[in-house]
Nanobody, 123 residues
């Protein structure tokens, strides 16, 4: 069982940066593929970034590639999302999620989810 708690959300202006953190608790965190998803008001949840268990592979959605960076620290059981050049359309609740099966994460159906943290980009 993996428990996930996100932090770092807030209200920022367009062009600003923000770093989200996800603290994981549970055995063998290093065995899980991890991801960030987001859900904007009135829209379906979408995946944003994925990182493999061994940090060997990262994937980004087209909408954030080049602006966001996912990383993890398996010694600290942490996952991060560095968000730069934020846009109003990045406004959403951001969720940390994970699964031992990378395919599940990539399909958008990871087993474990955090409660989410709100990111609002507004001038």
């Amino acid at each position: 069982q993996l428990q996930l708690v996100e932090s770092g959300g807030g209200v920022v202006q367009p062009g600003d940066s923000l770093r989200l953190s996800c603290a994981a608790s549970g055995p063998t965190f290093g065995a899980y593929a991890m991801a960030w998803f987001r859900q904007a008001p009135g829209k379906e949840r979408e995946w944003v970034a994925i990182i493999s268990w061994n940090v060997d592979s990262t994937y980004y959605s087209d909408s954030v590639r080049g602006r966001f960076t996912i990383s993890r620290d398996n010694d600290k059981d942490m996952v991060y999302l560095q968000m730069n050049s934020l846009k109003p359309e990045d406004t959403a609740v951001y969720y940390c999620a994970g699964d031992k099966a990378f395919s599940s994460v990539k399909r958008g159906t990871p087993t474990y989810w955090g409660q989410g943290t709100q990111v609002t980009v507004s001038s």
